[in-house]
């Protein structure tokens, strides 16, 4: 049976309902996509509750647990009703994990140019949701080596005018 070991864990202050979920995972032998599926969910959302990053709903619970083969009531009372994310703070900052660093860096070198360009489009000053955005991990084949496509798919927010 493959295990996870808490303190090895990318980031081992998860909740240890998040090391019960990798470890089912892992024992079922499936992939984030897999899950994903089963439970008419996204693969990053799905990943995403994994980290403590995202809130499942009661009927999310019951499905990954039926799907995991994990106890309901230990989920529930975990990442319940009365449990919410404490979003973005799993590691430090700036991040030291290479394909983090790396999403990091590419924010800091085209941040300014991407929110630019985000300007010239919608005319005017705002942002992109995060809370109202799908994230998408696609792979290209390429002569050259097998490409990661990202995609923020979020909706554009006017700053408001008091």
């Known amino acids: 049976m493959a295990t996870v070991n ?23 032998g499936v992939s984030f996509a897999d899950i994903g599926k089963a439970i008419g969910r996204d693969e990053v959302w799905v990943a995403a509750v994994f980290y403590a990053q995202a809130k499942p709903t009661a009927e999310d619970i019951a499905k990954l647990t039926k799907e995991l083969d994990i106890q309901t009531n230990a989920l529930s009372e975990q990442m ?17 994990d290479p394909l983090i660093y790396r999403l990091y860096e590419g924010v800091m070198v085209y941040g300014h140019a991407i929110k630019a360009v985000i300007h010239e489009k919608f005319n005017g000053d705002g942002i992109m949701s995060l809370i109202d955005c799908k994230v998408t991990v696609d792979k290209k084949p390429d002569p050259k080596g097998d490409r990661v496509v990202l ?12």
Request: hydrophobic share 35%.
């Open 80 to 96: 319940g009703e009365h449990w919410w994310p404490d979003r973005g703070h799993l590691g430090p900052m700036p991040p030291t």
């Open 151 to 162: 995609t923020f798919d979020g909706k554009f927010l006017s700053y408001s005018k008091w």
């Open 6 to 28: 808490a303190a090895s864990a990318p980031y081992s202050n998860l909740p240890p309902v998040c090391v019960q979920l990798f470890e089912a995972k892992a024992r079922k």
